[in-house]
């Protein structure tokens, strides 16, 4: 069973600063799709990463995929408050008739002035 | 277009009480799928469905029902409700499914937030 982990799972930064996200899940996948959710609100994707060592960029936000390591990482580059929001990965099983998408936990984060 | 499309917003049900939560989308995408969102869980998978007439289960089926008989629309049926069944409920919709070998964005619906008393 496919299981995806995220940490941290709470992140509180400073505006300016830089840091990273991290997903690791646990069997093959080859796909992995990073999404945001803003309070109250649906989400919103951000990425798919469809290979091993796809790196996409928008904005202050670039993830990579590490397939042989499975692991996914979204670096945040000098972050501002309009940031802040929850962010899940997500990542879909590659073997067989599975047809499941399985997500993480979310990471919160919170950008402060 | 007006994407994917999710009704009620919010709805409370008194615990056994059955109800459908209504799910539709215009791009004529293949794949819809139901999650529940519930504090500190992420999003948790519990039906989908691949084309018209074929749905799977998720991680979590059960007490909810789902039938797909348009491209179109994916309701999700809740049997007798239970507090436990207290949650967001998100539709989404692809073109393919997750694996397909192809750029496969997921869109979201609105979601449907749901109170089991």
């Known amino acids: 069973e496919l299981k995806v982990e995220q940490n941290p799972l709470f992140l509180s930064m400073q505006e300016g600063k830089n840091y990273t996200i991290y997903c690791n899940y646990s069997?093959?996948?080859?796909?992995l799709y990073w999404y945001r959710q803003d309070p109250g609100k649906s989400l919103e994707s951000l990425f798919v990463l469809l290979s091993n060592g796809a790196v996409k960029q928008e904005g202050r936000l670039m993830a990579s995929l590490d397939t042989k390591a499975r692991l996914s990482t979204l670096h945040i580059t000098a972050a501002v408050h309009d940031l802040s929001a929850t962010y899940f990965c997500a990542a879909s099983h590659s073997g067989g008739s599975n047809y499941k998408l399985t997500f993480g936990k979310g990471t919160l984060l919170t950008v402060n002035p | 277009n007006a994407g994917v499309t999710q009704t009620p917003k919010f709805q409370v049900l008194k615990t056994g009480q059955s109800m459908t939560l209504q799910c539709a989308q215009d791009?004529?995408?293949?794949?819809m799928s139901w999650y529940r969102q519930d504090p500190g869980m992420g999003l948790r998978l519990i039906h989908y469905?691949?084309?018209?007439?074929?749905?799977d289960q998720g991680e979590v089926p059960n007490g909810y029902n789902v039938s797909r008989s348009t491209t179109e629309d994916f309701p999700l049926r809740l049997l007798s409700a239970a507090p436990s069944q207290t949650s967001v409920y998100f539709c989404a919709s692809s073109l393919n499914p997750p694996r397909a070998r192809s750029y496969n964005e997921q869109f979201f619906g609105p979601g449907t937030r749901l109170t089991v008393l």
């Open positions: 791009m004529n995408h293949e794949y």
């Open positions: 469905s691949v084309g018209a007439g074929i749905t």
């Open positions: 069997t093959t996948s080859d796909r």
